[in-house]
């Protein structure tokens, strides 16, 4: 079993950043795109972001178009970072990283195979 962990979630107030990273364990994310996607309290699960295992093209869903930033450990094919900027309490959610072997352009309406288990972002107003 494929296993992916997110780290550096946390608590920041309104108008602040955090970078998560997702880190795939035992394995390397070289032909994989990989999305990541959020929950918040009481709704569902909504798409982010993602970048493609190509040409490292990416992906923004509008609600963190200009804000949020994917991209990939160049010197660690391990991972992936979502560099979050003015961040807003609607941002507060669980985020999740998943992955896909695909070589071809990434959304976050595709279906994802390997999942990790969340990191809990709570922005303060």
């Known amino acids: 079993q494929r296993q992916l962990v997110e780290s550096g979630g946390g608590l920041v107030q309104s108008g602040g950043s955090l970078t998560l990273s997702c880190t795939a364990s035992?394995?390397?994310?070289?032909?994989?795109?990989v999305a990541w996607y959020r929950q918040a309290p009481g709704k569902e699960r909504e798409g982010v972001s993602c970048?493609?295992?190509?040409?490292?093209?990416?992906?923004y869903d509008d609600p963190v178009k200009g804000r949020f930033t994917i991209s990939r450990d160049n010197a660690n094919a391990n991972t992936v970072y979502l560099h979050m900027n003015n961040l807003r309490p609607e941002d507060t959610a669980v985020y999740y990283c998943?992955?896909?072997?695909?070589?071809?352009?990434?959304?976050?309406?595709?279906?994802?195979?390997?999942w990790g288990q969340g990191t809990r972002v709570t922005v303060s107003s």
């Open positions: 998943a992955a896909r072997h695909s070589v071809f352009l990434c959304t976050t309406r595709h279906e994802y195979d390997f």
């Open positions: 035992g394995w390397t994310l070289d032909y994989y795109a």
């Open positions: 970048i493609s295992s190509h040409n490292g093209s990416t992906y």
